[in-house]
């Protein structure tokens, strides 16, 4: 059997933290931490929900009522998902963008992504996307496009594609909106699964595309030096993973075991996106994405989101162990991520019972701490310890006085004594 093999580092009680990305503090991000040799599937599955992330093999965990940016483990029910105004508005403006060539000015609140780009300053103009560049694909990798998982591995459970169906209320799902409807499209997307770690072929044939569009990215959206962007880093950082690639339950389908993946987008035959995620057991979760900033237009990271919910949704109908979206950490304290939570239902996991508790009852409570137990049960447990254990200091200092009340009454006690017998003698 598969096991987890890792190197735990301790924080050291007074021991300065590191930079902080959010609110830029010099020393104040404080986290526990650790190297992951190898990891199961099923063991990162539980750390997640424990509040543990992991970059690369380096898995780490903020010190939640310490660290200046507590961050809560966010996850999204996708089986119950339901589009906002703003994202439909996303969906219709890369439909038309697809079908008739149509581009849109975007405005800040569209540009949002995962991880840490919502800083990016939109374009004045629409920008021109280059001339497409053919990349080598090959046809026996085995790995099929993201839109066809829906046929892969199909159980009884499968057939009926109910998100394929509207609503009782009319609303239409995700999945109405990302089905084609022009035979003569002006652009043509193509979205694969390709596994990253153990490399698959088809990533190794695309490696150097793809590691081209991450030095792009880092460029102009969070003006990396070159150094920064070199190619090991990029490999620890985006390629290199703990987890061990795990078959899924009967009728899984072969081409996403359980493990670590890149999703590719491809415009015109063109390398324009790649989202890094990995497939748990109970839930999809992102992991980064980059993306060609001529196409900031078309709102990448809210596009990039969608398309991952709806592969969360497809991969639940072949298991319905696997229905969550987990989009990282939710750091309250820090307004420009605030953004993971317009993916509704959301939920964040209680720091103290690591219950996922439902954002609108915790949103209260973060604007008046940025550190707080979310989990009412767990609260008043809490909030009942204190008081115990307030009595317990109470009655111990009371008797404490009531032990030095009867020592000053038997000290003067003793000293009327000793001044009678010095009188009588």
Known sequence: DDISIVEYFPHEAGKAGHHC???????????????????????YQDLIDRGWRRSGKYCYKPIMKTTCCPAYTIRCDAVHFS???SQKVVLKRMRQFLEEGKRHNVTADETETVPETTHVETASAAPTIPPPERLSKPSDSGLPLASELSGAGKTSSCEAQPFLKVGADGKKPLEAFLQPSSSAPAHTLEVKLIRSSPP??????????????????QRAVHNSTEDECEEAKYRRFLCDSPLVPTRGPPGWPQCCDYGSYHQHYYVDGKLVMVGVLDILPRCLSSVYLYYDPVIMFLSPGVYSALREIELTRKLYLCSQALRYYYMGLYIHSCPKMRYKGHYGPSYLACPESHRFVPIER????????????????????????SLQEAEERWVKTRSLQEAEERWVKTRSLQEAEERWVKTRS
């Open 21 to 43: 990305g959010y609110c830029k503090s010099e020393n104040g991000s404080i986290s526990y931490g650790m190297w992951a040799h190898t990891l199961t599937c099923e063991d």
């Open 83 to 85: 589009l906002s105004r």
């Open 200 to 217: 698959s072929p088809e990533f190794d044939a695309t490696f150097e595309a793809s590691y081209s569009l991450y030095k792009r990215y």
């Open 362 to 385: 915790c949103l209260p409570k973060l604007d008046v701490r940025k550190y707080s137990v979310l989990d009412d049960g767990e609260e008043r447990w809490v909030k009942n310890r």
